[in-house]
């Protein structure tokens, strides 16, 4: 019990954000850098899944320090291993995936699907998420379903079919649950970016670890807490939209915004993270940024322009949404 002249402050609980990647992650990164800063305080992200296996946005969030467990879910490879399916189907697979991390948050950083409504409504907790569809076991010889290797014959993303641009990154987490897309743990002497270890190299480790015996001093990453007993409901979802509100929704935002400038049609566009709902990127603006349309400007300026202020506007969006 605390004496009269001692005070207990309780620890505010670190919110989990569940982010979900198609590209280079670059947003990604964003968030990754200012988890658990003062632009992100008591943040953490907990899991990253990607609708593409050779997504780099992957490679970022395995080589964070600690590294963030990742999963891998391409529609055609879920469609190739359920027959029959439908894309509604593969909506429901990405919201059972992401009720497992029970996160607080949801982000979408560069989701090149449009997600339908029945995915919403798992996750407003309006319906029960679907059980863990049943996969055709792997030929012999295979490589293990759960890698995300796997999937080199997945198709790309519909370029016609955008929920988001990419967001910002968080820093200095750990994750302790459980994910199979994970590769088998490391000894804490090997770096978390280091590739795969070939067989020779896995014998040379192995003498190399009996030959020195000295204890690992280096200082353990920080821990993430355990997720909670229970996921609350409903989970908000946000999208960074490079376009104001009411403009250029969908796909090539930038571009059309380019073009209408240069037809005399508009003066500037802007930024806005919005709530995800059923219509396209029409969801409450959370936060909103003009972004100017200069004289001479190319596309590329333009392009830069709004990615400057796509990373500041992605963290007050993010703060808004968990009230932070």
Not at 91 to 110: M, W
Request: proline share 10%; charged share 25%; glycine share 6%.
């Amino acid at each position: 019990m605390p004496t009269l002249h001692e005070t207990i402050i309780p620890s505010k609980r670190v919110r989990r954000i569940t982010v979900l990647i198609s590209g280079s992650g670059s947003n990604l990164q964003a968030l990754l850098d200012s988890a658990s800063t003062p632009s992100l305080p008591n943040c953490a992200i907990s899991y990253v899944i990607s609708s593409r296996s050779n997504a780099y946005g992957l490679t970022r969030a395995k080589t964070h320090i600690p590294s963030i467990p990742t999963k891998v879910c391409a529609l055609k490879t879920f469609q190739n291993r359920n027959p029959g399916s439908t894309r509604e189907d593969y909506d429901c697979e990405v919201a059972r995936l992401i009720l497992e991390s029970k996160p607080d948050l949801v982000v979408l950083a560069g989701w090149m699907h449009i997600l339908s409504d029945k995915f919403l409504r798992i996750l407003n907790g309006e319906i029960e998420p679907p059980s863990e569809p049943a996969l055709p076991p792997p030929a012999l010889g295979s490589a293990s379903t759960s890698t995300p290797s796997e999937s080199q014959n997945q198709s790309q993303p519909q370029k016609n079919q955008s929920q988001g641009t990419e967001l910002p990154d968080l820093k200095d987490l750990k994750i302790s649950a459980e994910n199979s897309e994970q590769e088998s743990p490391k000894p804490k002497s090997e770096a978390p970016a280091q590739a795969q270890a070939k067989p020779s190299d896995n014998v040379e480790a192995a003498a190399d670890s009996t030959q020195d015996s000295k204890p690992d001093t280096s200082p353990a990453p920080k821990k993430l807490p355990e997720p909670p007993m229970h996921q609350s409901f409903p989970i908000p979802i946000i999208n960074l939209h490079p376009a104001l509100p009411g403009q250029f929704d969908g796909a090539n935002a930038i571009g059309r915004a380019y073009e209408a400038f240069g037809k005399g049609e508009i003066t500037h566009t802007g930024v806005m993270v919005h709530r995800v709902v059923a219509e396209v990127d029409r969801g409450e603006p959370l936060v909103v940024r003009q972004v100017e349309i200069r004289e001479g400007d190319k596309l590329e300026d333009l392009e830069s322009r709004i990615h400057e202020v796509s990373a500041t506007n992605n963290l007050n969006g993010q703060e808004t949404s968990l009230d932070l």
